[in-house]
């Protein structure tokens, strides 16, 4: 018996273009295109009026502020359907005072689930797992992060994500393990021995040829 070849659709990659997609959301039909110009913050999770995910919604509603001044929108999604994200939003105003000011895409479709690697069939066939993806102005993919459905995800360790993202891009460097604003930022590394030679005396915080620090 020949084996039966299951084809999954492909995993988005960073630093390609995102997956595009127009869908219904709680705003209305919107697509990536209107993003242009802009950061965004695609994350999905498992299903409406569920715990975890209304931590994290909540979360992210408080920190919507913080993400505008980086020029970042955000973007929910699940295997809703929007009538169950309104009601979902409805009552986590009512209940916990919250009030979610982004929209949530309903993809009861499961396309842009599936364009996006949302569907691990190691945790299930019918929900999205707890995925992020960092989308620049651009609309090109820079950072993607899959939680598992028991465990809410930290919402500042996303807004320090942009904040790097955005000074690496700035500045032509790499930021160390857990940097903040005002922090430090690494130099790219010499590419020729010449450079390792000179890079001692060109003013940086030197270490050795590979790790120089200097602030912003």
Known sequence: ????????????????????????????????????????????????FTPVCTTEFMAFAKAAPDFKKLNCELLGLSIDSHYAHIAWMRN???????????????????DVAKAYGMIQP???????????????????LRAM????????????????LVTALQTSDANKVATPEGWQPGEDVIVPPPATAEGAEARASEGYNYVDWYFSKKSL
């Open 122 to 140: 190691g945790a299930s066939d019918t929900s999205a797992v707890r995925a992020t993806f960092v989308i620049d102005p651009d609309g090109v």
């Open 92 to 110: 986590i105003k009512e209940k916990f005072g919250v009030e979610i000011p982004f929209p949530i895409i309903a993809d009861l479709s499961m």
């Open 1 to 48: 018996m020949e084996n039966d070849i299951i084809t999954r659709p492909a995993m988005p990659q960073l630093n390609k273009p995102a997956p595009d997609f127009t869908a219904p959301t709680t705003h209305g039909d919107i697509s990536l295109s209107d993003y242009k110009g802009k950061w965004l913050i695609l994350f999905s999770h498992p299903a409406d």
């Open 145 to 160: 992060v899959y939680y598992p459905m028991s465990n809410g995800r930290s919402i500042p360790e996303f807004l320090r």
